[in-house]
């Protein structure tokens, strides 16, 4: 795999890991974090700055370990909205090799890309909890 591929990879598990934690916290309610907060702050048990700041964490931390079990998970991402499609750019070629009978090969060649996406997402996780 080459140097750009890889990378190119690797941004779209980042921006998959990072969409699914966002759908993953949003999934439940609709966050509104200044009623949260104002809530949060009333009484004898308000919250601290820091509290907040690490219940949040918190929460994008689970958020992203969930998103990443998914999505690392054989089928992770062909199985599920967040498929890869063919390259734009290649769309032209792998409509080329189906008319002469390839479509197996193109088949093949989409199923690799998300599965390499399925293995990288593995390795995204550390990225976002930095």
């Known amino acids: 795999m080459t140097k750009k591929r890889g990378k190119l990879i690797l941004n779209t598990v980042k921006c998959s890991v990072l969409a699914t934690s966002i759908l993953t916290l949003s999934g439940c309610e609709t966050?509104?974090?200044?009623?949260?907060?104002?809530?949060?702050?009333?009484?004898d048990s308000a919250l601290s700055s820091e509290q907040l700041i690490s219940g949040l964490k918190e929460a994008l931390s689970v958020g992203?370990?969930?998103?990443?079990?998914?999505?690392?998970?054989p089928g992770g991402y062909s199985n599920s909205n967040l498929k890869i499609p063919m390259p734009e750019q290649l769309e032209k070629v792998a409509n080329t090799v189906r008319k002469f009978g390839g479509g197996k090969l193109v088949d093949a060649f989409e199923a690799k890309m998300n599965q390499s996406a399925e293995q990288a997402a593995k390795l995204a996780a550390p990225v976002f909890m930095d």
């Open 31 to 43: 966050l509104d974090l200044n009623s949260i907060l104002s809530q949060v702050q009333k009484g």
């Open 64 to 73: 992203t370990a969930n998103a990443v079990s998914k999505t690392s998970q």
